[in-house]
């Protein structure tokens, strides 16, 4: 059984930065996927960005390209999300998923096999 355990959300102003870190334990797969997605309450779970086991198939959603970069340090089964000028609209829980191969529509969250806990992420004004 794979586990997600997620760290790095905190509060921080309009315009700062975060880094979460995302660490997988049990079995992995070579050929995984693991992503980060956000939700606010009522809304449903929005991708944020991904990357293969590798890290040379990595995507950003439009919303936060230009702002946050995704990394894979694959000898520790860690994936990291850099958010940088961070709004109060990035506002979220995030949650790290992971999924045995790179799944078709890596968008969506039914495509995951395996979810975190989520970290909160508070961005003040």
């Given at each position: 059984q794979v586990q997600l355990?997620?760290?790095?959300?905190?509060?921080?102003?309009?315009?700062?930065?975060?880094?979460?870190?995302?660490?997988a334990t049990g079995p992995t797969f070579s050929d995984n996927y693991m992503g980060w997605f956000r939700q606010v309450p009522g809304k449903e779970r929005e991708f944020i960005a991904g990357s293969s086991w590798s890290g040379s198939n990595t995507h950003i959603a439009n919303s936060v390209?230009?702002?946050?970069t995704v990394h894979r340090d694959t000898p520790r089964?860690?994936?990291y999300l850099q958010m940088?000028?961070?709004?109060?609209?990035?506002t979220a829980v995030y949650f790290c998923a992971a999924d045995s191969s790179t799944?078709?529509?890596?968008?969506?969250?039914?495509?995951?096999?395996?979810?975190?806990?989520?970290?909160?992420?508070?961005?003040?004004?």
């Open positions: 355990a997620e760290s790095g959300g905190g509060l921080v102003q309009a315009g700062g930065s975060l880094k979460l870190a995302c660490v390209k230009g702002r946050f089964n860690t994936l940088n000028s961070l709004k109060p609209e990035d799944p078709i529509n890596y968008y969506m969250d039914y495509e995951y096999e395996y979810w975190g806990q989520g970290t909160q992420v508070t961005v003040s004004s």
